[in-house]
């Protein structure tokens, strides 16, 4: 039996996004369940379409079974400092999850702890936005360049800074695809066997526009010679 649902919105490796209505309707679904929500909101500062919407404000009854997970490795590039955190209603959930937090890996240091706090009190609310904005003008470019490719193709992401790029035409061997791009055009790229979904390999463009341009176009003399 069902005990609990995983949502992960903005999506990796997809960059998908749930809309308010999709998550309305799916709360109506749980009506009179005892089924929990685990809400995996990580990058949820980096939407390109629309607002954010997270799953424990849709209604209360969503906000008493959630429990939002959440972090600021991508919102504020954190990324290595390790800071995580949950939230919610149900405070025997809580207590539980203090316990095997508490023997396991016990308090976050302090220099991170310090960082965080500008991370989550408005302070870097700028910064955020010049990297969101940042984000969507790499994100389009590099969707225009997949799709200009013979033989690749790939859907703009709402969120986060992932591409999830088909290759059906060419391999359903996500893994050797990908090791071969590394080895003979040294361009790194995730398998998208590691997500199960084969066919498929992620582009992460949470880097620089030029490095994305470079990497692309290796890619492509890499297609144009894949046997």
Same mark, same amino acid.
Do not use: H
């Given at each position: ?16 996004? &749930? ?21 995996? !909101?990580?990058?949820?500062? @980096?939407i390109y379409l629309g607002e954010f919407t997270s799953a424990a404000a849709?209604?209360?009854?969503? &906000? ?6 959440? %972090? ?12 995580? &955190?949950?939230?919610?209603? *149900?405070?025997e959930l809580i207590s539980a999850t203090k316990k095997l937090q508490s ?7 302090s220099i991170t702890q310090m960082a965080a706090i500008k991370g989550l *009190? ?6 955020? !936005? ?13 969707? +225009? ?6 033989? @690749?193709?790939?859907?703009?992401? *709402? ?8 290759? +059906?035409? @060419? ?14 055009? !040294?361009?790194?790229?995730?398998? %998208? ?6 066919? &498929? ?11 994305? !341009? +470079?990497?692309? +176009? ?10």
């Amino acid at each position: 039996r069902t005990k609990m649902l995983i949502l992960t919105s903005p999506s990796n490796p997809t960059g998908a996004v &749930y809309s308010k209505a999709e998550l309305t309707a799916l709360a109506e679904v749980l009506k009179g369940t005892d089924i929990l929500v685990a809400s995996d !909101e990580m990058y949820e500062k @980096l939407i390109y379409l629309g607002e954010f919407t997270s799953a424990a404000a849709i209604s209360e009854d969503m &906000y008493k079974r959630t429990i939002t997970i959440n %972090g600021l490795s991508k919102s504020v590039a954190m990324t290595g400092w390790r800071f995580g &955190y949950m939230a919610a209603a *149900d405070t025997e959930l809580i207590s539980a999850t203090k316990k095997l937090q508490s023997q396991s890996t016990s308090n976050i240091n302090s220099i991170t702890q310090m960082a965080a706090i500008k991370g989550l *009190d408005g302070s870097a609310d700028a910064d955020i !936005e010049m990297m969101r904005k940042a984000f969507k003008e790499r994100r389009d470019v590099a969707v +225009k360049m997949f799709n200009a490719i013979d033989g @690749l193709s790939v859907l703009s992401p *709402d969120g986060a800074f992932y591409l999830f790029v088909n290759i +059906k035409e @060419l391999s359903n061997d996500s893994l050797e695809f990908c090791k071969r791009l590394l080895e003979e055009s !040294e361009v790194a790229v995730v398998p %998208g066997a590691g997500f199960g979904a084969e066919g &498929y390999f992620r582009f992460s463009f949470a880097t620089s526009l030029e490095n994305i !341009e +470079k990497g692309i +176009k290796r890619i492509e003399t890499f297609v144009k010679n894949f046997k």
